[in-house]
């Protein structure tokens, strides 16, 4: 089990950027992957992008593709999504998760049933 803490939210204007970090209990990016997900309140948990441990396999939700980068830092205990281009849309509470092994995806997203250790979140908002 790893412990995760999410930061780096706040509010955007649309067009800006924000870079949001999980920094975990312990190394992560050796053995387990690392997603990120978002959610609006009334909406179901979507996912939004995932890096895979395995071999560093990086997937992305379409609407992540092209403007938002996950990646992990040199020390192994901190994972990032880097959003930029930000819209309205992309306004809700952004969580990491982890899991072992393979992102876990379906559809070619993560999947938030198969990710057992969860951040308690951390809010974005886009407005002008």
């Known amino acids: 089990q790893v412990q995760l803490v999410e930061s780096g939210g706040g509010l955007a204007r649309p067009g800006g950027s924000l870079r949001l970090s999980c920094t975990a209990s312990k190394r992560i990016s050796d053995t387990y992957a690392v997603a990120w997900f978002r959610q609006v309140p009334g909406q179901k948990r979507e996912g939004v992008s995932c890096r895979s441990s395995t071999d560093g396999s990086t997937y992305y939700a379409y609407f992540a593709k092209g403007r938002f980068t996950i990646s992990t830092d040199d020390s192994k205990t901190t994972a990032y999504l880097e959003m930029n281009n930000l819209k309205p849309t992309d306004t809700a509470v952004y969580y990491c998760?982890?899991?072992?092994?393979?992102?876990?995806?379906?559809?070619?997203?993560?999947?938030?049933?198969?990710?057992?250790?969860w951040g308690q979140g951390t809010q974005v908002t886009v407005s002008s």
């Open positions: 998760a982890a899991r072992l092994g393979r992102c876990g995806n379906v559809g070619g997203v993560p999947f938030e049933g198969a990710f057992g250790d």
